[in-house]
């Protein structure tokens, strides 16, 4: 049997939601928890519908703090839609505040990143 032509035309997803994250998004969820075994300077956390793209980003602004001794993620599975982030901090920081500060950095940098494309783009676009 020869296989069917290409299509380049967008097909529509009738059993898929709209928005594929309205059904991700719920303001009386929680998608973070503490693992048990917790203290102030290191903890395991566990979020739910992240993957990869977040995982490594936050790792790397979690690092860049001098007052972070370890931080790593994990997929558990790769068919469950959880990552894990454990954190250990040196004493005076606690692994709320170096998540928080990692959480706030990489918001940062994602601000500078917007601007720095939309000044580039409309630069060019001017041309």
């Known amino acids: 049997m020869p296989p069917e032509p290409y299509n380049s035309e967008d097909q529509s997803m009738t059993d898929a939601p709209a928005n ?12 973070i928890r503490v693992l048990s075994g917790a203290s102030d300077s290191a903890a ?11 995982g490594n980003a936050l790792r790397y602004m979690i690092m860049k703090n001098p007052d972070v001794e370890f931080c790593g993620y994990s997929i558990p599975h790769p068919s469950e ?7 250990q901090t ?3 920081t606690t692994v709320y505040d170096a998540l928080e ?11 500078v990143v917007t601007n720095k494309f939309t000044t580039a783009r409309d630069a060019f676009d001017a041309k």
């Open 81 to 87: 839609a959880k990552m894990n982030v454990r954190i």
């Open 90 to 92: 040196y004493e005076g």
């Open 101 to 111: 500060k990692g959480f706030d950095d990489l918001m940062a940098l994602c601000d």
């Open 44 to 54: 395991s956390f566990e979020f739910e519908a992240e993957d990869h793209t977040l």
């Open 20 to 31: 594929p994250q309205e059904s991700l998004i719920d303001l009386e969820d929680r998608r």
